[in-house]
């Protein structure tokens, strides 16, 4: 139960009463949000799902299910479900950011211990960091893009053997990344007019590419008829069973990271009814409105070049008109840029900043973010839809179900909701456990991840095919929901038989 050190305010606010400006686990960008700096109405909360959504990305996961086998509206219809599913977890997770003012990381203390807290907080970081890479190569491919306009020769440079992009490429995407670093050397607070015209500026171009497809194919009729029968390799059309439940985990995976972190932004709402709702206007329609732009302008393409193209940065450079090119560039440019920071710099900045309060701060962690993308390589991690969605959205997917599982389970469950605030905080206080670390929670976090291994395993490598069951293969489909499960029911079995020899 909270102690004397909290005071509420406006109902479910809790706010800090006690100075503990000399814990070495306590800093400014740490410290819960005053009552005073709470600004996010409903509105605001929806207007930032709804820039997230609208992006690149989107696009390409309803459009990597297309490759797969299924038509438009099963595409649309598992994308809604699977926001509907992991909306569930993000409210439930924003109860506390919005009630204590904290964010992620110290969220994460009362479960894993304070020091502990860095392992989930980690692992979730390093999966920003890999949308950060994706988002900023996505930002660099339209870049050059555009420039090939003027410079055809560069689209004929060798890839350079070690990475596998040519240098124009690789040229692009560094300068992107550059711009990136320069936002985040500003402050986060940079970023705020970017933010107010991302979202309409995306979905205007979206929604302008929907109309020049709905009149290139003859209408929604002949271009949504088309599944993929012009995928490589051959049609997949009618596999919508054997790819749905993965299809379905992925798009659980799309948000996991934000369905975790999501205090690092609800701590800055009014009310759980801002928060609540605002997410829940915000996230799913925006995910399957922008999701359809993407199944439909890809299905078309089938239709008017003879093969699908999921990209939307190639459709785009297939308009002959140099201008259009170039403002539509552009707009995916800024609107990339926007989403990059808001979505994959705020939180793994403060992950990072939370190894070391004391020394990391937010923009140091923010720069920490921007060389990990790089090094992770992104544009392999979405050179094709199969690879991005089983071996990038569904593998981290097992990672952070197992997180949210602990959280929720302790959060929810255990302490129905009730924290000690100026114990997050101190060494001394209830959530220091053994050495700053709660070892039934790290048992619990393996337990989620294990069953998923076998199936990753297989995904990465075809050597395992033969010493791997089916089974794991199959249960792999399943990723998130197993981890979560297992991870939930583990912690909560583990602390009720063992906690008091942890504490």
Partial sequence: MPDASNRSASGEIQELTTDLASSPYYSFDMAPVPRSGRRWAMRDMA????????????????SGMIAEGMNWWQAVL?????NVIVL?????????????????????????????????????????????????????????KILTVFVPAWDKLENLPAIGINPAQLACFLFFWSINMFVIFKGIDSIRVLLNIKAPLLIALGLALLAWAYFRADG?????????????????????????????????????????????????????????????????????LFSFIGVAVTSATAVIYGQT??????????????????????????????????ANVVSPANDFAHLWPRVISFRVGG????????????????????????????????????VGGVLLA?????????????????????????????????????????????????????????????????????????SFGVSFVAYLVLMKLFSARIE
């Fill in 47 to 62: 207007v930032l799902w709804i820039s997230m959504s609208a992006c690149i990305p989107t696009y390409q996961l309803a």
């Fill in 220 to 288: 929604f009729g002949a271009m949504l008829a088309k599944p993929s029968e012009f995928v490589p390799g051959g049609t997949k059309a009618g596999n919508f069973w054997p790819f749905f439940f993965s299809a379905l985990t992925a798009n659980v995976g799309f948000w996991a990271t934000l369905s975790l972190n999501i205090p690092d932004f609800s701590r800055y709402a009014y009310s759980q009814r801002d928060q609540i709702w605002g997410q829940t206007l915000g996230l799913p329609t925006t995910m399957a």
């Fill in 309 to 342: 193209e999921w990209d939307p940065v190639v459709v785009l450079s297939k308009f002959t008109n140099p201008v259009v090119l170039v403002i539509a560039m552009i707009s995916l440019c800024v609107a990339t840029l926007a989403t990059n920071i808001a």
């Fill in 78 to 82: 598992t994308i809604f479900l699977g």
């Fill in 367 to 402: 720069f920490i973010t921007g060389l990990i993308g790089i090094l992770m390589q992104p544009w392999k991690l979405i050179a094709d839809p199969t690879g991005y969605i089983f071996r990038w959205l569904v593998a981290y997917s097992a990672l952070l179900g197992a």
């Fill in 410 to 482: 302790d959060y929810l469950v255990l302490r129905r909701t009730h924290l000690d605030l100026a114990g997050l905080y101190r060494r001394e206080g209830p959530y220091w456990y053994r050495g700053g670390f709660n070892p039934l929670a790290m048992i619990a976090l393996v337990l989620g991840i294990l069953p998923c291994v076998p199936g990753f395993l297989l995904q990465v490598s075809e050597s395992w095919a033969g010493s791997i069951s089916p089974f794991w293969a199959d249960l792999y489909h399943y990723a998130w929901f197993i």
């Fill in 88 to 144: 569930v977890p993000m409210v439930l997770n924003a109860h506390a950011g919005t009630k204590y003012g904290i964010p992620f990381p110290v969220y994460c203390r009362s479960s894993f211990g304070i020091l502990g807290a860095n392992v989930p907080a980690l692992l979730r970081a390093l999966v920003a960091c890999g949308w950060f890479g994706i988002q900023t190569w996505i930002g660099g491919w339209a870049i050059y």
